[in-house]
């Protein structure tokens, strides 16, 4: 079947969510009765998203939040500390049933709706700050041990009271490597803070400090003879840590014992009400919604009634298709739902498409904020890709949709690595680090640093525009020649052209009436 849209042109000059401006966000958006998955997967590729049925493109040179397109690699990734830290708080809670202490915020992977705020959540932020701390707090301790005797007291009564610059911490919450960050002492009374000294200990000899232990760890168990030699029992000896960080796989599907205090289950349910499964489990996934948006987005329950979850979470114009060569649950919109202990507490909404798992929106019971379902969501995501490209090989990407520098609540998304960002210009892939220096300067940017390169799939003859009037389908330059009457209608059909590119606009057919 062949993609059908309405192109319903510019919409400028209204309230953007992220920044809170009230007449600063532009967009070109169209509306799709129907989309191949190829098709919508080369719109996201020049950045395009949809939103229900309704498929948006930012005017990035001119939006007030520039949001780019952000893709990360499944087959690369690997866990963080602060990822794997939200796993294991999964687990445990699955096995003995304990709840995390403090207040953890969460994440949504994301929130197309066009004024909504896809929520103050940073907790990845947070726990990388923790678990770099804890990183420098070993460092400084054998730079300690390496000084003398004489003032190793006052140097360690320093360390209990260590001062670490605010600007260190934003850079250790904001993604960037540990290593940039200086920690200083406080100043000794009568003198300011010299930024400029660097640490007492050069950081070439901590490095080696490290890899020597790293080495002791490792030839532990080699030492196993000579311990048993001086007849040291074996319980004393050191134990051997594996070189082998568990995969994503083994932290997720770690196996529970038969006492568990809860059980967790994820089913892939296709996005459509001819599906019995569901159809069945409507009304308990549109209750979740209605608690989650009035929650965590303030809406009245009258803006997030049936009507609005059915249109923005349930109606989608991507057509399912199941080819022979994809994968077995086939291509098309599905919401993942996370059962706990025979109850919806999550719903994952995504998009299967030829080379890649497109993230749409997230939706969990606040009850359960603790248990951090925004990453653990996405973490579940990555690894289905992962799944999904054991069969087909093409499917290898992981899109979270747009991530937006200059709304600080939403720079998380960059967490998740190797990713990369999509050239506004050229529509090209950038590695995210090689974005974020010109982000930091300013908010829109062309990454591709080839000055002499162009967007190679921009629309070169218009005319071959396919166009649907009257049902049938035509080329635009017949179209126009035989059947346009007003001359403005050229320039809205150009722009199209322009922002779906020559492939599209020769595969989609234009609705004209």
Not at 250 to 276: Q, T
């Amino acid at each position: 079947m062949a993609s059908v849209v309405e192109y319903k042109g510019l919409k400028a000059g209204y309230y953007c969510g992220y920044c809170e401006s009230r007449e600063g966000k532009a967009s070109c958006g169209m509306w799709a009765h129907s989309l191949t998955v190829q098709d919508y997967q080369d719109l996201i590729d020049r950045g395009w998203r949809r939103s229900g049925k309704y498929i948006y493109k930012p005017v990035m040179n001119r939006t007030c939040c520039p949001q780019y397109t952000i893709r990360c690699h499944p087959l690369q990734f690997q866990p963080s500390k602060s990822h794997k830290k939200v796993l294991k708080k999964m687990l445990k809670f699955l096995t003995k049933g304990e709840i995390s202490k403090g207040n953890c915020e969460d994440e949504p992977m994301d929130s197309t709706m066009e004024d909504a705020v896809a929520g103050d959540f940073a907790l990845i932020n947070k726990l990388d700050i923790k678990c770099d701390l804890k990183t420098i707090s070993s460092d400084l301790k054998g730079s300690i041990e390496s000084e003398d005797k004489m003032k190793e007291k006052s140097l360690k009564k320093e360390v209990s009271k260590e001062l670490i610059h605010p600007q260190a911490i934003e850079k250790l919450g904001s993604g960037e490597p540990s290593h940039s960050i200086k920690v200083h002492s406080g100043p000794k009374p009568g003198k300011g803070a010299d930024l400029s000294k660097p640490p007492c200990r050069k950081a070439k000899e901590m490095r080696k400090e490290r890899k020597r232990l790293k080495l002791m760890q490792q030839n532990s168990a080699g030492a196993f003879e000579g311990f048993q030699a001086q007849g040291q029992p074996a319980s004393l000896l050191p134990k051997a840590k594996s070189n082998q960080p568990k995969s994503l796989e083994d932290l997720i599907f770690e196996s529970l014992p038969e006492n568990a205090s809860h059980k967790l289950e994820v089913r892939l349910v296709p996005a459509s009400f001819e599906d019995p499964e569901f159809k069945s489990s409507f009304n308990q996934s549109l209750s979740l919604y209605t608690k989650y948006q009035v929650a965590i987005h303030q809406d009245s329950p009258i803006e997030c009634g049936k009507t609005e979850f059915t249109r923005f979470l349930c109606n989608s114009p991507l057509e399912a298709e199941h080819p022979a060569n994809g994968p077995e649950c086939g291509y098309g919109s599905f919401h993942q739902q996370y059962w706990l202990d025979g109850k919806i507490i999550a719903v994952g909404v995504i998009d299967i498409l030829p080379y890649c798992v497109s993230s749409v929106y997230l939706y969990y019971d606040p009850d359960y904020s603790f248990l951090s379902l925004g990453v653990y969501s996405a973490l579940r995501e990555i690894a289905f890709t992962r799944q999904l490209h054991e069969k087909t090989s093409q499917l290898s990407y992981y899109y979270m949709g747009f991530y937006i520098h200059s709304c600080p609540k939403m720079r998380y998304k960059g967490q998740y690595r190797p990713s990369d960002l999509l050239c506004p210009e050229t529509y090209v892939w950038v590695p995210i680090e090689q974005c974020l220096p010109s982000l930091d300067i300013s908010k829109y940017c062309r990454f591709n640093q080839d000055p002499q390169a162009v967007d190679e799939g921009r629309s070169k003859d218009p005319d071959r525009v396919r166009v649907l009037y009257r049902r049938s389908a035509l080329p635009y330059g017949v179209y126009k020649k035989n059947h346009q009457e007003d001359p403005r209608e050229e320039v809205a059909v150009l722009e199209y052209a322009n922002l779906v590119g020559q492939k599209c606009s020769e595969r989609i057919l234009l609705f004209r009436n």
